[in-house]
């Protein structure tokens, strides 16, 4: 079956333009995770969606980081006024239980 | 603050040899701690989780070791492969805060023929 796909795989943004980051979940799929990946670094939290509870957003660095999930599936991350400190691989998971997460591959940002 | 870490950023081992990997965390609330695998240009892959009241659990060739004295946890890989090769991540869960799992650094394990 399908895994989760992310898009785009890379993405490259002057600083200051907003960014929209897709993500597609395992079918099925009720929790939904965003999380952020620096160089050599591990995996910091963002966001997650369960179900239809409100999400979880005590990751998110700033107020230019939102996300949706529309129709408890597709989540879009939207980065605003990007920054160079905002360069990094953006990942998504989705799951059934937390402890067993779906990764996709990624979306690398770059932020000139 | 509480944290998840990795006592060796780097581990190199011979093919058929048995790796372990090491974690340190300081959270004694956790109620799980997972690890995961990641090669290069991919996502993380779960490999094998073990629940905070449990010390030992073994899966295909990995083992999963917990010592609460001293908020160790390690993982132990059989007869490591070439495909063992990647970054492995440590990362803890408190299913009283959420789903978010809380990442190490992670290790980077390089097998050699």
């Known amino acids: 079956g399908a895994g989760v796909s992310q898009s785009p795989s890379n993405k490259v943004t002057e600083k200051g333009k907003d960014v929209e980051l897709r993500c597609d979940p395992i079918?099925?799929?009720?929790?939904l995770y965003w999380y952020r990946q620096s160089l050599g670094q591990g995996l910091e939290f963002l966001i997650y969606?369960?179900?239809?509870?409100?999400?979880?957003k005590s990751g998110l660095p700033s107020d230019r980081f939102s996300a949706e999930r529309t129709g408890g599936s597709v989540s879009t991350l939207t980065i605003q006024r990007t920054q160079q400190e905002d360069s990094a691989v953006y990942l998504c998971?989705?799951?059934?239980?937390?402890?067993?997460?779906?990764f996709g591959p990624g979306t690398r940002l770059t932020v000139l | 603050g509480e944290s998840v870490g990795l006592h060796l950023p780097t581990l190199s081992v011979q093919e058929g040899d048995n790796s372990i990997i090491n974690c340190a965390y300081s959270?004694?609330?956790?109620?799980?701690f997972i690890w995961y695998k990641q090669e290069s240009g991919k996502g993380p892959q779960f490999i094998i989780d073990?629940?905070?009241?449990?010390d030992k659990r073994q899966g295909q060739r990995v083992t999963v070791l917990l010592n609460k004295t001293v908020k160790h946890l390690s993982l132990q890989i059989a007869a490591t492969q070439p495909g063992d090769s990647a970054v492995y991540f440590c990362?803890?869960?408190?299913?009283?805060?959420?789903?978010?799992?809380?990442f190490g650094k992670g290790t980077s394990l390089l097998v050699t023929p």
């Open positions: 998971a989705s799951s059934l239980v937390p402890i067993e997460q779906f």
């Open positions: 079918s099925g799929h009720t929790a």
């Open positions: 969606f369960q179900g239809n509870s409100a999400p979880d």
């Open positions: 959270n004694s609330a956790s109620d799980y």
């Open positions: 073990i629940r905070s009241n449990m």
């Open positions: 990362a803890e869960n408190r299913l009283v805060t959420g789903y978010a799992l809380n």
